[in-house]
């Protein structure tokens, strides 16, 4: 997709043009044990964020949550197809394809462009979520922030995004129990706010991490 007069931006280029340049941060910290609190804590965020609003939604997309976590623990490589099939139960539909058109967010501000190779562009930065040199936390905001910006579905693409990153994490063995402190607008062109995700995902995980070991010395 190329940029007319009068047409916005193709954001999703610009993501593609900054992501192999991205300052990833170091990270030194521990995946966690079996039995961390990863549930309780994607749960009670889209039970805080949608339950009052939609709860027939809220109860498809915390399905939809357990089968990204059963997912992670049977050790699934995350693909397109994957997705789809967490995105089938989040919008109640039988199929789910990948988009057919450009797509917009944040009310216009930001466009994401379509072209043959789309989907496998996709594909391929799916399968980088298991790559094995990258910390932790930075390939789950990575995966997070393709998810946004790729927005492969007509429809659901943020709740798309957490799924990704909840089952990223829980792959790993690695859990944050506080998720609302994510919640805040992320730009395609921005590369310091994508380290900077991957920084907040490092802090995150390391007092969970605190919070598990303090509970069970207690």
């Not at 039995?35 to 609003?53: C, K, L, S, V």
Request: hydrophobic content about 45%.
């Amino acid at each position: 997709m190329t940029s007319g007069p009068g047409q916005p931006k193709d954001s999703l280029a610009d993501w593609l043009l900054i992501r192999p340049e991205i300052s990833w941060p170091s990270w030194r910290g521990a995946c966690l044990a079996s039995g961390a609190p990863a549930r309780d804590g994607f749960r009670n965020f889209f039970m805080a964020t949608r339950g009052g609003r939609d709860s027939e939604g809220t109860a498809r997309v915390l399905t939809a949550l357990e089968l990204a976590f059963a997912d992670a623990e049977q050790g699934r490589p995350l693909t397109f197809a994957l997705m789809a099939k967490w995105q089938r139960t989040v919008l109640g539909h039988d199929l789910v394809g990948f988009r057919t058109m450009p797509a917009f967010a944040k009310g216009g501000r930001e466009c994401y462009g379509l072209a043959p190779d789309t989907q496998a562009l996709f594909e391929h930065c799916l399968s980088e979520s298991a790559q094995p040199d990258l910390p932790v936390p930075s390939r789950a905001a990575r995966t997070y922030l393709d998810s946004l910006f790729f927005h492969p579905f007509e429809d659901g693409n943020a709740r798309a995004a957490m799924l990704a990153l909840a089952f990223v994490l829980a792959r790993e063995g690695t859990a944050i129990d506080q998720v609302h402190a994510l919640q805040t607008t992320r730009w395609a062109n921005d590369a310091e706010g994508a380290a900077d995700l991957a920084v907040l995902l490092g802090i995150l995980i390391t007092a969970a991490g605190r919070r598990l070991s303090n509970g069970r010395q207690a």
